[in-house]
């Protein structure tokens, strides 16, 4: 009798104390979800059952780089005609790989027993290689380093597959300009650049840059070698290590502008001021970095406007901290070195958030030097996703002078201007 009231009061046991559940539990099976299709025997066969498959399948093709390819569909025969044309507008349209890499994808159907076997053909106009080279980015600082190692390197191309991207060819031409003026060692040439985003819109793009250049490779190397000459021997002829502080800052300017001075119409690079007789500001500006960054000085080059058209100059660490240097303007006035207030005061207004405060903005005064928007107005942008701030280029002007339509390179034609006094800009200028 014992024995049988001893199962009972188990199980009893265990209804009160909550393990019921251990009895009575419900399983549910998970399985991985695959995006990919599934291919049946070889790689080049594949299986789709829905739309969203046969869109799979073709990315798969396209990804893969192959000319052509089977799907076998199972989908009610009267929607496999509507499916595959809206499945390759998307592939070829609205997909960033299909955008950019394919030319056309063409079709053919053929019913069997219980699926459509579709023969799938694709040709490209991207080659495997430019394909495989594309890389991806999300942020300014991330865009930007990419443009720096293809201008360094003197790339004829870059395509950048970019997360979250809604800016325009513009916002890529400045990031461009900041790549190239951070590097002024081997700026020697910024190139012509055409820039085409795939698609048109969507949350993922690749943003493809062609760069022409105005100089043969061959060229372009022997002049950063040229430049790093001509500066190591300016460094020690002009004893530049010799000087500290606030003067040996004075002396690189003094030096930069003996070289030739500032030409509104010049070229715009270090290789320009330094040994071509002179630049534009941008060139100064480099020019100045490039020194400094060889006496180990902590300097950067300021981009931004002034009175709307294109401007450069430096940000350097003085005395009293880190100051503004135009080289535009005369060494002999007073103030040489400006603060945020006073650089906005001659007309500059640049993006605070890419550059060091300079100096303490006057008491009741609010931020200075914002940057522009295309209609030459300041404001505070939101950053971008990824914490970078938004740059807003400044509007392209209809050419001449420099301005923002300006693309640093070569002197304007016609020779060089006259050697201009710095302080005393060109009518227009």
């Known amino acids: 009798m014992r024995a049988r009231i001893l199962p009972v009061c188990l199980a009893a046991s265990l209804l009160l104390s909550g393990c019921a559940s251990l009895l009575n539990r419900q399983y549910v099976e998970v399985t991985a979800h695959n995006a990919a299709p599934m291919a049946e025997g070889d790689l080049s066969t594949l299986r789709a059952e829905s739309y969203q498959e046969l869109v799979n399948a073709l990315l798969y093709l396209v990804t893969s780089g192959a000319e052509e390819g089977t799907i076998r569909l199972y989908l009610k025969s009267e929607d496999v005609a509507q499916n595959l044309e809206d499945a390759c507008l998307e592939v070829d349209q609205e997909d960033p790989l299909g955008a950019y890499a394919v030319d056309n994808i063409r079709y053919s159907v053929s019913p069997l ?74 700026s020697v040439d910024m190139p012509e650049l055409t820039v085409s985003i795939y698609p048109d819109s969507g949350r993922q793009r690749i943003v493809e840059v062609l760069l022409a250049y105005h100089q043969e490779r061959e060229e372009l190397e022997s002049r950063v070698e040229r430049l790093g000459n001509r500066a190591r021997d300016l460094e020690e002829n002009r004893r530049l290590a010799e000087y500290a502080g606030d003067e040996q800052l004075l002396e690189i300017a003094r030096t930069v502008l003996a070289q030739g001075g500032w030409k509104p119409q010049g070229g715009s690079t270090a290789y320009h001021a330094l040994m071509e007789r002179g630049a534009d500001s941008q060139g100064l500006a480099l020019a100045v970095a490039l020194l400094c960054q060889d006496l180990e000085l902590p300097c950067q080059v300021a981009i931004g406007t002034q009175n709307g058209e294109l401007h450069c100059w430096n940000v350097v660490q003085t005395e009293s901290g880190w100051m503004h240097l135009d080289l535009t303007r005369s060494l002999d006035q007073e103030t040489i070195f400006l603060s945020d207030a006073q650089m906005t005061e001659t007309g500059c ?71 201009q006094t710095p302080g005393a800009p060109a009518e227009g200028a």
């Open 113 to 186: 027993v219980t699926y459509q076997e579709v023969k799938v053909e694709i040709t490209y106009r991207r080659s495997r290689e430019q394909v495989a080279s594309i890389t991806s980015a999300t942020g300014a600082t991330a865009i930007r380093n990419a443009l720096e190692k293809a201008l360094q390197e003197f790339s004829g191309e870059l395509a950048i597959r970019i997360s979250y991207f809604d800016r325009d060819e513009a916002y890529i031409r400045w990031l461009c300009r900041e790549a190239f003026c951070a590097n002024p060692e081997t």
């Open 349 to 419: 207004v640049w993006n605070t958030d890419t550059l060091p405060r300079c100096g303490m903005p006057a008491e009741g005064e609010g931020e200075t030097g914002t940057e522009p928007d295309e209609t030459g107005q300041t404001g505070t942008e939101e950053p971008e996703a990824g914490g970078e701030p938004a740059i807003q280029p400044p509007g392209e002007p209809e050419g001449g002078g420099e301005t923002a339509a300006q693309v640093p390179g070569e002197a304007a034609e016609g020779g060089e201007p006259p050697a």
